[in-house]
């Protein structure tokens, strides 16, 4: 994956096909973070796109590379070979897109970047709640391998989790990104407050619940409100094995949602 940012997902593109020296026909191009204004400065993010040539440009590419070497290269063929041959072998073999290597990364310079992100989204968060005039204080609940869980403990709990937990969503948003930006972008965050993840939880599997019961009643499909990404993770893993009815999303961040119908 080759990811190039630019302040639009057009800048992103041009900016890889301007790395890569070739043409918008010759790549594949697909959104890995559509861009975000934000908010008074937080909370915004470029636009990252993964572009790759198609195998057959890169190939291309490689032959192209591969004629302009030096003529003493061609000395070292045998004799008997000839350019007749030499093109019969090549329509003979199928040619393999260029795959570049991985970079190796040393285990425990890894650990140390995730900690070091982790410890650096604590004073982030600590930092922004500050500046909402909450008084909080941010602790490590549990560390996973791919997961961390930060919990907040403060008197203004209803402030911090705001209304349909916008509030506390909109600073787990906040906490990704900055993993993502500090070499952490493999680490889930979840951020909770007065054990607000699991009440929402029950909540997501009530309704998911209820909702198909009346999907099924009425053979109409049902438009859910808009929820992040990790809600409606929820409720299609509370369905998913419910043979009566199917899920999907639906929409456009930050007002995609879940649809249920029958199945």
């Not at 918008?24 to 973070?33: F, L």
């Not at 007749?84 to 040619?95: F, G, W």
């Not at 094995?241 to 899920?247: E, L, Q």
């Amino acid at each position: 994956m080759t990811i190039y940012t630019g302040k639009t997902e057009e800048a992103a593109i041009a900016a890889g096909l301007a790395a890569l020296n070739t043409s918008r026909d010759q790549v594949v191009t697909k959104v890995v973070t559509a861009p975000r204004k934000g908010w008074l400065g937080i909370g915004h993010r470029d636009a990252m796109v993964d572009v790759t040539l198609k195998p057959v440009a890169a190939a291309q590419k490689q032959a192209s590379q591969a004629t302009t070497q030096p003529a003493k290269a061609v000395a070292t063929a045998e004799p008997a070979t000839t350019p007749a041959s030499v093109a019969s072998q090549a329509a003979a073999k199928p040619v393999q897109p260029v795959v570049p290597d991985s970079p190796t990364v040393d285990p425990a310079k890894r650990r140390e970047q995730r900690q070091a992100a982790i410890d650096g989204v604590q004073d982030y968060l600590a930092t922004i709640v500050d500046q909402l005039g909450i008084d909080a204080s941010l602790d490590v609940e549990n560390v996973a391998h791919r997961q961390v869980h930060l919990s907040f403990t403060t008197d203004k709990e209803g402030l911090l989790i705001g209304k349909h937990g916008r509030t506390i969503n909109a600073l787990q948003s906040l906490a990704q990104l900055y993993l993502n930006h500090h070499g952490a972008a493999h680490v889930d965050v979840v951020l909770d407050v007065a054990g607000y993840r699991e009440r929402r939880t029950a909540t997501l599997t009530r309704l998911a619940e209820s909702t198909a019961r009346e999907v099924v009643a009425t053979g109409k499909p049902i438009y859910l409100d808009p929820m992040p990404s990790f809600e409606r993770k929820q409720i299609h893993a509370v369905l998913a094995k419910n043979r009566y009815v199917t899920t999907y999303s639906a929409g456009k961040e930050p007002h995609r949602a879940v649809v249920i119908e029958p199945a």
